[in-house]
């Protein structure tokens, strides 16, 4: 059973006739004990208060603590993730690009095959023009160095004819070679 400080004030002691204990000095002793008790009983409820307040704080942090654990493997997983999701995405974008420059240049290989297919057509243009343009001129040279030239008349000029002058006859004019 426990004592409270009210206990020791109202104890009260048995009389005994012969060789007794002086009471005043036992009050006296009781009272000074009573109040010590009663400042360690005090003192004792209050650290049981801390205590239990202090016990309460503790399960509060461990619960805090726990919270934060879970937090933090939640934000590492979280920042895992991301940099998965990022070197993932990193790699699409390069093979993306990969693909993408592949295509520029299949397209530019096409490009040029089609430039070098025009430019070697323009090319036979080109011969085959000249070949044409050489022909032509052969010819018109041909023309040139077997017809003697005629330098044409105006209209209003008297044709020989009517002069009395035939063609292909010789008179006393002096006729002037034409350079052949």
Same mark, same amino acid.
């Given at each position: 059973?426990?004592?409270? &400080?009210?206990?020791?004030?109202? *104890? ?6 012969? +060789? +007794?204990? =002086? @009471? ?9 004990? %009573? ?8 003192? #004792? ?6 205590? @239990? !307040? /202090?016990?309460?704080?503790?399960? =509060?942090?461990?619960? /805090? ?16 993730? /991301?940099? #998965? #999701? ?16 592949? !295509?520029?240049? =299949? ?19 080109? !011969? ?18 077997? =017809?003697?030239?005629?330098? &044409? ?5 008297? &044709?020989?004819?009517?002069? %009395?002058?035939?063609? +292909?006859? #010789?008179?006393?004019?002096?006729? *002037?070679?034409?350079?052949?």
């Amino acid at each position: 059973m426990r004592l409270t &400080p009210l206990d020791i004030y109202q *104890h009260e002691f048995s009389r005994k006739k012969i +060789g +007794g204990l =002086d @009471d005043v000095e036992v009050y006296e002793f009781l009272k000074k004990i %009573g109040r010590e008790y009663e400042s360690l009983y005090s003192e #004792n409820k209050v650290l049981k208060e801390q205590s @239990d !307040r /202090l016990s309460l704080q503790i399960k =509060d942090y461990l619960e /805090l603590e726990k919270t934060l654990k879970q937090t933090l493997i939640s934000a590492q997983k979280a920042s895992g993730d /991301l940099k #998965n #999701n990022a070197e993932k995405e990193s790699e699409l974008i390069i093979k993306e690009a990969e693909i993408q420059s592949e !295509r520029i240049l =299949d397209e530019a290989r096409s490009e040029v095959e089609i430039v070098s297919k025009e430019i070697r057509e323009l090319k036979k243009q080109k !011969r085959m023009l000249k070949v044409e343009l050489k022909t032509v001129l052969e010819s018109y040279m041909a023309m040139i160095s077997d =017809d003697p030239i005629s330098i &044409p008349r105006p209209a209003s000029a008297t &044709p020989p004819q009517s002069m %009395g002058i035939m063609p +292909g006859t #010789n008179t006393n004019q002096t006729a *002037h070679p034409i350079p052949s």
